[in-house]
């Protein structure tokens, strides 16, 4: 179980800044397709009554109606189930020294990485569409030096002053660093 | 012997036994997202609620799908022949129009 205050490979003086998931809107869209999944076929069951009790009366085909009853709503909960842990499970940390980016695809894979903000170069954020603009949402590239992968963090809240926290602390990084006092160079 | 395809008896219970193989699949996947969910959250109640309420979801979903299949005569058998002959009165009502 991951310990907001005691992130893995804490550092000392680490502070905890933010955890970002994706959008709500991402939860919506789960909650929309659980919804439509559900309410559909009990429409349809409704609308079809007269049919539908006939047929559960019958001693084959009613088992066989509830039984497929049955295992289409569990399989919808387990659907929705598993794209909310999807969703829950992908999240990026901030902290005062690194960005931890946590992302889980499906369940059988999960990659976590980190960088250190001594290396972030530059942070763009980006908002495109009706959507992400309407709902305040949208992605965030953290670029590194001298390598050309980038940070994504994908569909986030409030893009820009993501951005603008990132980009704070890489300053405030650079100042520190610059504070304490050089190390000497070993003479030869 | 003579051996009719028509004669053949299927027992209803037969149903029951894919069912309980779709249960045993959802459980060992709903244990396996929950271990993911357990091990990878972020501790706190919002976890705790997460897990209580799927579980709750669940256990409400297979009482009331028990409580309907109560309701049905598993022992009997049915000849394939009856089963085949799907398009009846009984079946589709619709047809009486």
Known sequence: ???????????????????????????????????????????????????????????????????????????????????????????WVITSERVINIEQEGLFKRTTSELDLASVQDATAETRGFLQTTFSYGNVFVQTAGEKSRFHFKNIPHPERVQEIVMRLVQEDKQRVTKQPATQKPTV | MDFSLSALNIPVFVVLIVYAIYILFYVLYSLFNLFHLMKYGVE??????????????????????????????????????????????????????
């Open chain 1, 1 to 91: 179980m991951l310990h907001l205050h005691h992130l893995p490979n804490q550092r000392p003086d680490e502070k905890l800044i933010s955890v970002l998931r994706r959008h709500w809107f991402a939860l919506l869209t789960i909650a929309g397709a659980f919804f439509l999944l559900t309410v559909i076929p009990l429409f349809l069951g409704i609308y079809f009554w007269d049919v539908f009790s006939v047929w559960s009366r019958q001693p084959f085909l009613g088992p066989i109606l509830v039984v497929t009853i049955s295992i289409y709503f569990l399989s919808i909960w387990l659907f929705a189930f598993l794209e909310f842990t999807d969703y829950y499970l992908d999240m």
């Open chain 2, 44 to 97: 706190g109640v919002q976890l705790f609620l997460i897990v209580i309420v799927f579980t709750g979801g669940t256990i409400l979903l297979v009482a009331g799908s028990i409580f309907w299949l109560l309701s049905f005569d598993w022992t009997v058998a049915i000849p394939l022949n009856q089963i085949l002959r799907a398009y009846n009165n009984d079946i589709l009502p619709i047809s009486e129009f």
